[in-house]
């Protein structure tokens, strides 16, 4: 979090974080393409050539002043390959409020645990832990037949009870209801933390 | 003190006031004239930018301090990968037209000096080495009375964002 009182501004840093094609730039997508232009920068995405996060998106967006202050968000994405480990790392630099994209698909339960743990091992190196840091989970491509389980996933991966979302991110469903949620948790967080 | 607080749960919190906002913005304005740059960007670590100077107008700086931010990040790593131990101190990439000069300002800042390839590198390393040490001393500046994170962030900040997010969110 970095606050700038000459500019009363108070910036936030949300990264989406998951298994590889698990739906994290497809949120930012559909957010870019939503948003009033008024309150949103470029989105910037550094892929391959296959169209892959290579190293992350970023956009930055906003919501006019509030009492006199703007809040910004930084929103970035991380690559989900597993190889792409130490990247996601420097990515998670100065975070305020992790969304967590998981595929609901059946194949990619053990990728998005992996993930998860990766996230929790990165997080402490940040000097955070998951079970006291503003985070919630997304269950993306609800859409898909066969997915499994809203219960199942909770089970699976929702140790921490943390707020989780439904969502079918290429439609744009849960994605606006899971950014609100985050960013109002961090707020809240900050708060707490005084 | 530039106030970085570590909160309870161990976020870094950086807060700048009034006096280091305007201290730093002139350290700018002086490396800008000197060194003739297209633009100069001072940002934390995290990617925020914090102020800038020259013909930012086409330029998306916002962008640039994030990609910056992630090439500090990204060469660190890779000095560790090396068996590097010391975080290597400056970036410089050299282009056709224009070349970018990043150089780290403390553990938590850098400095990103964008200027025309007629201009000597060896210029802009004299000029932004004295200009890293004047930013340095301007963090060290005391802020106001009551510049405070409980001022910027109360209850009622908090309702009225959920609101504006209702609104303009969907």
């Known amino acids: 979090m970095f606050i700038n009182w000459a500019l009363q501004e108070i910036n936030l840093k949300i990264v989406y974080y998951g298994p590889g094609m698990s739906g994290k730039t497809t949120n930012l997508e559909y957010i870019h393409s939503k948003l009033d232009p008024s309150l949103k920068g470029e989105l910037v995405s550094l892929k391959t050539k296959e169209d892959r996060t290579i190293f992350f998106d970023f956009m930055q967006i906003e919501v006019g002043r509030i009492k006199g202050k703007k809040p910004k968000f930084n929103l970035y994405t991380v690559p989900g390959q597993v190889y792409y480990a ?60 066969g997915v499994e389980p809203v219960e199942v996933l909770q089970k699976r991966l929702n140790f921490f009870n943390v707020p989780h979302f439904e969502a079918v991110a290429v439609r744009g469903d849960g994605v606006f209801d899971t950014l609100k949620a985050v960013i109002n948790l961090v707020v809240r967080h900050v708060q707490d933390q005084l | 003190m530039v106030q970085t607080r570590k909160l309870k749960d161990g976020s870094r919190q950086v807060i700048l006031n009034g006096k280091q906002y305007e201290a730093i913005t ?32 086409d330029m998306n700086t916002t962008v640039l301090s994030a990609l910056a931010a992630s090439d500090f990040a990204a060469t660190s790593e890779m000095a560790k990968l090396v068996g590097e131990e010391a975080k290597f101190k400056l970036l410089f990439h050299e282009g056709e037209k224009r070349n970018v000069y990043l150089s780290n300002v403390g553990d938590d800042f850098f400095l990103v000096v964008v200027f025309d390839v007629s201009v000597t590198l060896g210029l802009i390393r004299i000029y932004t080495k004295k200009a890293i040490e004047d930013l340095l001393a301007a963090l060290e500046e005391e802020g106001e009375e009551g510049e405070t994170t409980e001022k910027m962030i109360d209850d009622d900040f908090s309702s009225l964002l959920g609101d504006a997010l209702d609104d303009n969110f969907k």
């Open chain 2, 26 to 57: 002139k350290v700018l304005s002086e490396l800008a004239t000197k060194t003739k740059a297209s633009a100069i960007l001072f940002a934390d670590m995290s990617g925020q930018l914090i102020s800038q100077r020259g013909n930012t107008e």
């Open chain 1, 86 to 145: 130490s990247s996601r790392k420097v990515i998670l630099n100065g975070v305020d409020g992790i969304v967590f994209v998981a595929d609901s698909q059946p194949h990619r339960m053990e990728a998005n645990i992996e993930t998860l743990l990766d996230l929790e091992e990165n997080l402490k190196q940040e000097g955070h832990s998951l079970d006291n840091f503003p985070w919630v989970i997304q269950y993306n491509k609800r859409d898909l037949p």
